[in-house]
């Protein structure tokens, strides 16, 4: 069974970076690829972007390139989505999520990230 | 950007009737990569259509997609209690992507 495991609730003051785990299980790392995706408060979906395990190429949402970096280890099967300069509006919740074609077909169960002073 | 327009925002209906959700792209969609995700409150979403009308693995057939260029329809048959949920389109034909969203539409129960 594919599936796909995060790391904690974050909290963290603005101007602070987060970073945070997808660990994939059930399936072989590199044949998919791994998306990103926001969930602030009473809004909806927001992309971020994608990585490429097999080589690591990523490419980012306009609206998070200058701060996002996301990466992937295979040698622990772990993808991870760094968010730096963070401020109250990327309080969120955060998702990683497996994709063949752009379709999100698992997803993990999400992180919380609080940023507050 | 591919800019994607769901309708209407909010849906009242009452178990027993039949839905039909929106999603309107302001360009047309390569491929049909439409695809179609259910969000319940602290959950994940879970996907439900792709390819704008294929079901994924284990969703049941009163969930249904149609559509094609830049105009697309959920339909979910017989409403139950547990469908009453938000639901997404996102379109992932762009290249390089950018692999929008819509805004959702919440169905509540009337």
């Known amino acids: 069974e594919v599936q796909l495991e995060q790391s904690g609730a974050e909290v963290k003051k603005p101007g602070a970076t987060v970073k945070i785990s997808c660990k994939a299980s059930g399936y072989t790392f590199s044949a998919y690829d791994i998306y990103w995706v926001q969930h602030a408060p009473g809004k909806g979906l927001e992309w971020m972007g994608l990585v490429d395990p097999e080589d690591g190429e990523t490419i980012y949402a306009a609206k998070f390139q200058d701060r996002v970096s996301i990466t992937a280890d295979t040698s622990t099967d772990t993808a991870y989505m760094e968010l730096s300069s963070l401020r109250s509006e990327d309080m969120a919740v955060y998702y990683c999520?497996?994709?063949?074609?752009?379709?999100?077909?698992?997803w993990g169960q999400g992180t919380l990230v609080t940023v507050s002073s | 950007e591919i800019v994607l327009t769901q309708s209407p925002g909010t849906l009242s209906l009452s178990p027993g009737q039949r839905a039909a959700l929106s999603c309107r792209a302001s360009q047309r969609v390569a491929s049909n990569y439409l695809a179609w995700y259910q969000q319940k409150p602290g959950q994940a979403p879970r996907l439900l259509i792709y390819?704008?009308?294929t079901r994924a693995t284990g969703i049941p057939d009163k969930f249904s997609g149609s559509g094609s260029g830049t105009d697309f329809t959920l339909t979910i048959s017989s409403l139950e209690p547990e469908d009453f949920a938000v639901y997404y389109c996102?379109?992932?034909?762009?290249?390089?992507?950018?692999?929008?969203f819509g805004q959702g539409t919440k169905l509540e129960i009337k």
């Open positions: 996102q379109q992932y034909g762009d290249s390089p992507p950018q692999h929008t």
């Open positions: 390819g704008a009308s």
């Open positions: 999520a497996t994709s063949r074609l752009g379709e999100l077909f698992v």
